[in-house]
Structures are given as C-alpha cells and as structure tokens.
C-alpha cells in the first residue's frame, strides 16, 4: 500500500463548477500538508499549505485536513479553464527530510 | 525575484552513459532536494542537502548520487544510465522546513 493515495482521474468538468480533489494517506506521523498545482511539463507549483487539521482558504482555493480520517481535500471554486492542470497532494512528518507525493490528478476545465 | 533555475532542460543520453544535472535554489534558502517524476506519477524524493551536508536520502541506487557547493547550489549525478531512469528531475529548495519550491525540472531521455 502507498503511504499517499490520489485518484488519478482523469477528471473533466465544465467552467464554473465546484472542483472536490482528494488524497488519503496511512501514515500519522505526516503533519503538513500540501496541494501542488502542475502544468504539463512544468515543475510544480506550491498552492496550499496547511499544518496538522482544518481548514484553510486562499480565493477560490479551500484544503481541508481530517487528520482522523487520514484524509484531505482541495476545492476550487467558480473552476476556471485555466485551473485546468495536474493537481498533486504532499505530505511531511515534522523535520521530514521529504514530501511524499500522491499520483495527482488530472484535471480538464471545459469553457 | 527568481524561482528555482535548473540546467538543462533537456538531456538525451544512452545506456551506461553518464549525467550531471543543475540546480540553482531561491535567494536566501540553504537547502535543496531533487525530486524524481516518471511520467504519471508523483515526484519521489531522491536526496536532500542544508547547508551542504546530506540530510536525507531516498531509495535509489548509489548510482545516484549529489553535492552541495557553498553558494548553496547543487549537482545530481547519475551513473551507468538504465532505460528506467528517463524521467522529469525536479530540484526543490526551502528555507530548511517542509515548503518546498520546485523548478521547472530537467527532461532525461535514455535510449
């Protein structure tokens, strides 16, 4: 089993829904937790970040943390064709040397 | 301010062949990790350096193996090149904490 689980879709929805992105992971040591954002054949690029549970928003962008549920989750609101990218979840344990990546998941915005 | 600069961008090699590959952090940050991405999968931590001393490593071959020089740049270097290490390198720099900036990457090619 991995250490971090995401579906890597493909997911395809029309511009203005509301986006759900989900990662579970099996390891309680991980403390902070990460949403990247990869366009095709870039590096990725840091969206979110939050540390142990809740929630945190930044404009269209909410991450959730369940840490009971080992489970957390990126909604993009009023989803635009330029969200349209590669989004990966990440995780560390407190002074981690790594992140531990899931899959990502591919997402299409249609106009 | 500039991001996270890598060289190459693009790299052809053959089997057994030898590379070295670049990376310049964020002004200011002391460490720096390389990251590898098969295509589909999420990043897998290769090697993390701070303050030029290695302080973590994933599990990967000794054939993989990196430097940290005093202006806080670094080198991956791979050895005797397998089909299977053709693949996006990301190198990533921090302040020495979880948050991670990523570069654009290096595209490796072995034929």
């Known amino acids: 089993q991995k250490e971090v689980e995401q579906d890597p879709g493909p997911l395809s929805v029309p511009e203005g829904a509301i986006v759900s992105l989900n990662c579970t992971y099996s390891?309680?040591?991980?403390?902070?937790f990460m949403w990247y954002r990869q366009y095709s054949r870039k590096g990725p690029e840091l969206l979110m970040y939050?540390?142990?549970?809740g929630n945190k928003e930044d404009g269209r962008f909410t991450a959730q943390v369940d840490k009971s549920s080992k489970y957390i989750s990126l909604f993009i609101r009023d989803s635009q064709p330029s969200d349209s990218a590669t989004y990966l979840c990440?995780?560390?344990?407190?002074?981690?040397?790594?992140?531990?990546f899931g899959q990502g998941t591919r997402l299409t915005i249609n106009p | 301010d500039a991001g996270v600069t890598q060289s190459p961008t693009h790299l052809i090699k053959t089997r057994g062949q030898q590379v070295t590959l670049r990376c310049s952090p964020i002004?200011?940050?002391?460490?720096v990790s390389w990251y590898q991405q098969v295509l589909g999968q999420g990043p897998q931590f290769i090697f993390q350096?701070?303050?030029?001393?290695?302080?973590g490593r994933g599990n990967f071959p000794d054939r993989f193996s990196a430097r940290q020089f005093p202006n806080y740049s670094s080198e991956l270097n791979v050895n005797a090149l397998l089909l299977g290490d053709s693949a996006l390198y990301l190198c990533?720099?921090?302040?020495?904490?979880?948050?991670?900036?990523f570069g654009p990457g290096t595209r490796l090619t072995v034929t």
């Open positions: 990533a720099s921090s302040l020495g904490g979880p948050l991670e900036y």
């Open positions: 350096y701070y303050e030029k001393e290695e302080r």
């Open positions: 939050t540390y142990s549970s």
């Open positions: 390891n309680s040591a991980f403390q902070y």
């Open positions: 990440a995780m560390s344990a407190l002074r981690a040397q790594k992140l531990v």
């Open positions: 002004s200011g940050h002391k460490s």
